[in-house]
Antibody, heavy 118, light 110 residues
Framework: QVQLQESGPGLVKPSETLSLTCTVS??????????WSWIRQPPGKGLEWIGF???????NYNPSLKSRVTISVDTSKNQFSLKVRSVTAADTAVYYC??????????WGQGTLVTVSS | QSALTQPPSASGSPGQSVTISCTGT?????????VSWYQQHPGKAPKLMIY???KRPSGVPDRFSGSKSGNTASLTVSGLQAEDEADYYC??????????FGGGTKLTVL
C-alpha cells in the first residue's frame, strides 16, 4: 500500500520561503509510471494544483505559481519537495502531496496546514 | 488556465440519484478523456472516485459513475447514502502537463 506523508514548518513569515517534503513509502519516486504532485487548499476553499515532478526530475507548474515554485526529487530518500518563495497570507493553505497516474491522484498524503503570518 | 465550473451545492434524499456537473473548455474537459472526480470529507484528504471520465478505482462503489459530453463532465451518485455527504471536486488534464480543478460541490443528503 502506497503511503505519502507531508512534513515541514506549520508557520512561515511573509516574504520568506515555504518548504515542505513528502516522504513516500510502499512505492518509489523512481517509478516511471507515475508523476508526483503538490496540491493545496486554502481554508474553506477548493483545491489548486501546484505542480508535478517526474522520476527523471522534469517538472511542470501551475502557470499562476510558476515564478515562485520549485519542486525537486531525492530518489535516495524516496522523497520529493516543494518550495514556494516570497509567501503572503494568500499562500496559507493545507498542502497535499499526491501520486498521479494518467492525470488522476490515486494516493494522497493526509495534508499539512501551513500558515503565513508574522 | 481557469478553474472548471461546478455548482456550489447539490442535494438529494437517501436512495435518490444526484448528478454533479463540471464544465470546462475544449482545452481541458472537452479535449481529453482525463477527467477525475474526488470525494472529500471534512478534515480529510481527497479520495479518488472516478478517473479517465468513467473508470472506478478498486473499492469505489458502483453507485458512483462518470460521464462526459462535449466540454461538460458529470458525476452521478445513485442510491444516495448518508456517508456520501461530502465535497466533490472534478479535475481535468489541460494539456502541456497541466491539471485544473473545479471549484467543488457540497453534496447534502437530506
Amino acid at each position: 500500500q502506497v503511503q505519502l506523508q507531508e512534513s515541514g514548518p506549520g508557520l512561515v513569515k511573509p516574504s520568506e520561503t515555504l518548504s515542505l517534503t513528502c516522504t513516500v513509502s510502499g512505492g518509489s519516486v523512481s517509478d516511471s509510471s507515475h508523476y508526483w504532485s503538490w496540491i493545496r487548499q486554502p481554508p474553506g476553499k477548493g483545491l489548486e494544483w501546484i505542480g508535478f515532478i517526474y522520476s527523471s526530475g522534469s517538472t511542470n507548474y501551475n502557470p499562476s505559481l510558476k515564478s515562485r515554485v520549485t519542486i525537486s526529487v531525492d530518489t535516495s530518500k524516496n522523497q520529493f519537495s516543494l518550495k514556494v518563495r516570497s509567501v503572503t497570507a494568500a499562500d496559507t493553505a493545507v498542502y497535499y502531496c499526491a501520486r498521479v497516474v494518467r492525470a488522476a491522484g490515486d494516493y494522497w498524503g493526509q495534508g499539512t496546514l501551513v500558515t503565513v503570518s508574522s | 488556465q481557469s478553474a472548471l465550473t461546478q455548482p456550489p451545492s447539490a442535494s438529494g434524499s437517501p436512495g435518490q440519484s444526484v448528478t454533479i456537473s463540471c464544465t470546462g473548455t475544449s482545452s481541458d474537459v472537452g479535449g481529453y478523456n482525463y477527467v477525475s472526480w474526488y470525494q472529500q470529507h471534512p478534515g480529510k484528504a481527497p479520495k479518488l472516485m472516478i478517473y479517465e471520465v468513467i473508470k472506478r478505482p478498486s473499492g469505489v462503489p458502483d453507485r458512483f459513475s462518470g460521464s462526459k459530453s462535449g466540454n461538460t463532465a458529470s458525476l452521478t451518485v445513485s442510491g444516495l447514502q448518508a456517508e456520501d455527504e461530502a465535497d466533490y471536486y472534478c479535475s481535468s488534464y489541460a494539456g502541456s502537463y497541466n491539471l485544473v480543478f473545479g471549484g467543488g460541490t457540497k453534496l447534502t443528503v437530506l
